[in-house]
Structures are given as C-alpha cells and as structure tokens.
C-alpha cells in the first residue's frame, strides 16, 4: 500500500492538487511539463490513483464516452476498445502517473477537510485526515486545484421504499457493490434507467437467471462501437501519436455536431433514437413505451451501450424492461403501482448519485465562510471571488477531460503570468449587472436534487458554463489572462 510524505516536513507548495483520479493526474502532468519549477502535492483521501475509477467495482464498470476523448491529450489511448471498461481505465490512469513521476507527489488517505486562504499571507492552510488513523494535519500553498470529481465517494442517493424490511432479498448500491455478492441463477431486479442501470444489466444478465431493468421513466439510449474501426485503421498507416490526435478530433467534432442536431431538432432526433432502439429489441419489448422518454435528447444524458449489449440481452431474454413506479417491497421482491410483482433474490439500487461541491470542504476566505451556492463560476473552472483556486469540472454533453484539460492548460497560463508580473493572488470579480442563472442545465434528478449546494453561471461570459469544446477552446485556451474579470493583486490584500 502507498505511504504518505510526512506532512512536518512540507514547505510551503506553489499548487495542492485535490484528487488523483483523471483529472488530478492530468493536472499534475501539465504542472510539470509547462511548470517544471513549481512545487506541487496532490492529496488522495483514498489508498490508491484512480478516482471514480478506482472507486466503483460493480459488474461491467465502464465508461460512456469514448477513450480517444476521455484519455489525455498528451497520452494515446492505445487499447483497441474505444468504450473502455473501469480496469482499463484505471491501469490507463495509474500508467500515466508512474511514467511521468507522479505519484511519489501523492499524498495517499489525506482528506482535505478546510480550507483557509489568507490574504496577508497570500496562500491556503489545508487541513487534512489521515483516513486511517483519524490525525490531522495541516498543508500550506500558493494556489489550491481542486480535482476531486462532484459527487460524494461516501454516499449515493439511496431513496427508501414501503416495505423494506420485509424484503428477504440482498439490497446492493452500486457505489457500494460487495466483492463476495453471488447473483448467478439468481433473478435480479436493478432499479434505475441511467447509464450505471445500462451497464449493470447487460453484464449480470451472462449469469443471473434474469435481470429486469425497473424504471420509473425512460432513457436514451443508443449504441456505440466497442471499437473505433476509424481509430484501429489510422493506427496501421500512421505514427501512434499522429493517429491518436486525428482520432480525438474526429470524436470531438462528431459528438458536437450530433449534440447541435439533436437541440436543433430534437423531434426527428428523437424519433430516430426510438426507432433504432425498436429495431435492435426486437418484437419481445416495446421501444415505444420503454426507450421513448418525455424529454428532449441531450435534457440529459444520452446512455451509450457498446455494441448493444443492453439491447441484445433483452432480445435474447436475459433481461427485459417494466417502465412503472414502486407500491412496495415484498418479501420475494417488488409490487408495482400497477398491481405486477417482480420477484427478485438481488434488488441493486443504481438510483443516483449525490453531488458534492468542492470536495466537501468547508472554506473560509479571510476569516470569513465562502458559501459556493452564492458564487458563479468564472469560464466554469473558477469562482467569484475566491482567490487562486480552480477546478476541474467536465463536460454532460462531451468527455470530461476534454474540459479538464483546457483548465489544466489555464492555470499553467495563470500561473505564468503572476510569476512574470510579480502578482501573488488572481481572484475573478463579480461584475455588477451579471445575472445568476443555473450552472447546470441538466434535468437529470442529481442535477435537480443539488441545485442548492451548486454555484451559477452568469448570464454573460466570461461567466457562462459552455457545454461546447470550441468555445471553451477559445475563451480558455487563447483567451487573455488579464481580461479586466480576473484581478491581481499582491501579498497583504485581496485586490
């Protein structure tokens, strides 16, 4: 198991990473390449790299967005399946933190628990929790990053239902999943309809007696490749490298181009996505009730299913769709609103996620408390007057590194021209006559639910949240540092 630096023994750090999952990695590789100079710890509250990754263990972990945009820029995605599964990704993430000397710079169990900037001092006093032993400790740096995902690694939405306790059956989270649950020839009913529910499905149906997917209301959903033939055949006739950036771009400019038509048109959109779903069901599932839902595409996220295998395990009856609402639980599994009962041995819960702001820190800024739900987000990575802080926070209609990325090249940026011109605090300031609008668009219900604890976007940029790589691509990456939003200022006062 990795041990921790001592914590007595740090210096005063240029930049503390929160996280090292995707985007702390990423984060700390462009630190060093464009930064070399810079002192820098990421923190890690759990014992290994890897993050979300590393974290979720349940049967057919995988990603939903290709791995030409979800791995780095820097480093090509060589594995021929283009829809990579959990161990793939982690072993990707872990490579990439070993080659470029990343991880002896991690701080394995250190929870950030608060954090303080002063602006006398010009810098933050992290405390941390060894996870193990419950000590605390404290870290100072110049700059914090916080790279710690938005959802809470110790809680999921876990809603509760009549009946429960009658229930003779295992109840599992996903989040959660037990290494020793044993659900072959088992019936197994998964509650939910969203991208963790598509991929339990297909992957428990090889060997459980069935598997019905309960939804209290229809996805999306639509097939992907497993693998990319474009991607494998470029690989053959060019360089790895060269082949893996043309790759990407194709991706990129795909997915944007089929999100613009699907908000454009979303109706002819719409009835596509159900058709294409009806053909690949076949007869025995009525696509019309099942994968028709109320809302436009892209009003949430589009599930992705590598080469249909949700679709064929229903075809070949393995596992079937009930579109209905819970009554109760039963002794031998669920009765529904309308009056069927599902038996079920194995009830999995995939019903959400619970967003968390900041990594659950509690933040204080000169004393005084920083409450991010009063903030809006500056170009989507930093927030209204809190001083040199950023945070890594993806796309929902794209691969979250793709913005991950962009922000790590920022702060490189930022970071620069404080050294040239002698500043020791960046901090963006709200203009007067920006109005607050919601920082996510999403109906999704863990959008919905955390909307409280959320910060806005503006109504104006640079305070907008784009959900497209091409503006952000402009305004982040070649935009001016010093655009008259983003103040600087020197050690002893808040500019």
Partial sequence: MPTSPPAAEEKLLDVLIIGAGLSGIGAAYHLQERCPGKRYAILEARDAIGGTWDLFRYPGIRSDSDMYTLGYRFKPWTNPKAIADGPSIRTYIRETADKAGITPHIRFRQKAVSASWSSRDACWTVETEDTATGVRSTVRARFLYGCSGYYSYEEAHRPEFAGEEDYRGAVVLPQFWPENLDYAGKRVVVIGSGATAVT???????????????????????????????????????????????????????????????????????????????????????????????????????CAVPDGDLFRAIRKGRASVVTDTIERFTPDGIRLSSGQELPADVIVLATGLKLKVLGGMNVVVDGKPFRPNEAIAYKGMMLSDLPNFAMAFGYTNASWTLKADLTAGYVCRLLHYMDRHGKSIAVPRREAGVQPEPFLSFTSGYVQRAQHILPKQGSRAPWQVYQNYFQDLFTIRFGRIADGVMRFGEKGAMP
């Fill in 200 to 302: 339990l499905v297909p992957a428990m149906a090889e060997t459980a007696a069935h598997v019905t997917m309960l939804q209290r209301s229809p996805s999306y959903v639509v097939t992907r490749p497993g693998e990319d033939s474009i991607a494998q055949g470029l690989r053959r006739i060019l360089p790895e490298s060269l082949a893996y950036r043309l790759t990407r771009w194709k991706n990129i400019l795909v997915s944007i181009f089929f999100y613009r038509l699907a908000r454009s048109r979303p109706e002819p959109v719409k009835r596509h996505i159900v058709k294409l779903a009806a053909k690949q069901v076949g007869d025995g599932c009525d696509a019309g009730t099942h994968f028709n839902p109320s809302y436009k595409p892209w009003d949430q996220r589009v």
